[in-house]
């Protein structure tokens, strides 16, 4: 090899090293936001705070199991309970919050999309789920349990199993 291709070869080695190494030495992990990744931040606190409400909700519960038991005095438990709650509706409050700039946001992508308001996949996801739920909750509405002989289900205006004849 003649020394051209082998400073090629370096520069190519020392630019894919830079370029792979870049996250490790950048100050500001987040330097350039896609448009694409804007709702990602967005996602991510609200997953924060739905833990963070899952945390107090476990906390109060356990709180409450404690006092039943008469593990905590009266005077702590309400200090503490209080203080809890207040935690828990300003942890509501940023739900809500972000819930409603995260529908508007929706609202004006879906105006300003050049569709013609043909819904996204998502959205189509979303009605075809929500059918599926309607449909499992009204087939549950009709069941009446199951039969003491065979097993099967029956209906709540099943008097015989249509399975095997049993009396309901």
Request: glycine fraction near 6%.
């Amino acid at each position: 090899m003649d020394v051209g291709s082998l400073l090629l070869i370096t520069a190519i080695i020392i630019l894919a090293v830079f370029v792979v190494s870049r996250p490790f030495y950048s100050s500001d992990p987040v330097e350039h936001v896609d448009e694409s990744h804007k709702g990602f931040a967005a996602e991510k606190k609200l997953s924060e705070l739905m833990g963070e409400k899952e945390r107090l909700l476990n906390a109060l519960r356990d709180m409450d199991a404690d006092h039943d038991l008469e593990k905590i005095p009266d005077d702590v438990y309400l200090e503490h309970r209080g203080l809890l709650m207040q935690a828990a509706a300003r942890n509501l409050k940023s739900i809500d919050k972000l819930e409603q700039i995260s529908t508007v946001e929706k609202q004006s992508e879906l105006k300003n999309d050049g569709t013609g308001g043909t819904p996204s996949i998502s959205t189509q996801r979303d009605d075809i789920e929500d059918l599926i739920a309607e449909r499992r909750r009204k087939r549950n509405e009709k069941s009446g349990g199951f039969c003491p002989h065979c097993g099967k289900v029956l209906q709540r205006s099943d008097r015989f199993c249509p399975s095997c004849g049993a009396k309901a």
